[in-house]
C-alpha cells in the first residue's frame, strides 16, 4: 500500500515558478513510477509528468515540455514537480498518482494505469 501526500500549490502570477511536492509512504513507494496529471472542473485529468521507478527515465506533456521538471528522490520518498514561466491555463488541481512497476518499464501517460493517487494541491496562475 502506498499513500501519497501532495504540497506545494498556491497562487502566483503568471511567468512566476512552483514547486510541487509529493510524499509517500509505505515500503512500495521506491519501486513505483510516479506521475503529475492536473484537473479543472468539468475536463477530464490530464497528464503533466511521470517520471520511471529510479528515476532514470521522465515523459513530459506537450503544454508542459521545456517548462515543468519532473525528479524522484527513493530515499526521501519523494517526487517533485518544478513548474516554471506558468501561464494562466496551467490553473488546476494537480494530483501526484503512483504504480508499482518493474525495473526497466518506462513510465506511461493514462490516468488508469495508476494505483494511488493523492487528494491534489490547487495551483492558480494570475494574467
Known amino acids: 500500500q502506498v499513500q501519497l501526500a501532495e504540497s506545494g500549490g498556491g497562487l502566483v502570477q503568471a511567468g512566476g515558478s512552483l514547486r510541487l511536492s509529493c510524499a509517500g509512504s509505505g515500503w512500495e513507494f521506491s519501486r513505483c513510477a510516479v506521475a503529475w496529471f492536473r484537473q479543472v472542473p468539468g475536463k477530464e485529468r490530464e497528464f503533466v509528468a511521470a517520471?520511471?521507478?529510479?528515476?532514470?527515465?521522465?515523459f513530459y506533456g506537450d503544454d508542459v515540455n521545456g517548462r515543468f521538471s519532473i525528479s524522484k528522490d527513493n530515499a526521501k520518498k519523494t517526487v517533485s514537480l518544478e513548474m516554471n514561466n506558468l501561464k494562466p491555463s496551467d490553473t488546476a488541481v494537480y494530483y501526484c498518482?503512483?504504480?508499482?512497476?518493474?525495473?526497466?518499464?518506462?513510465?506511461?501517460?493514462?490516468?488508469?494505469?495508476?494505483?494511488?493517487w493523492g487528494q491534489g494541491t490547487q495551483v492558480t496562475v494570475s494574467p
Open positions: 498518482a503512483a504504480k508499482p512497476t518493474i525495473l526497466t518499464a518506462s513510465p506511461t501517460t493514462a490516468a488508469s494505469d495508476y494505483n494511488y
Open positions: 517520471i520511471s521507478r529510479g528515476g532514470g527515465s521522465t
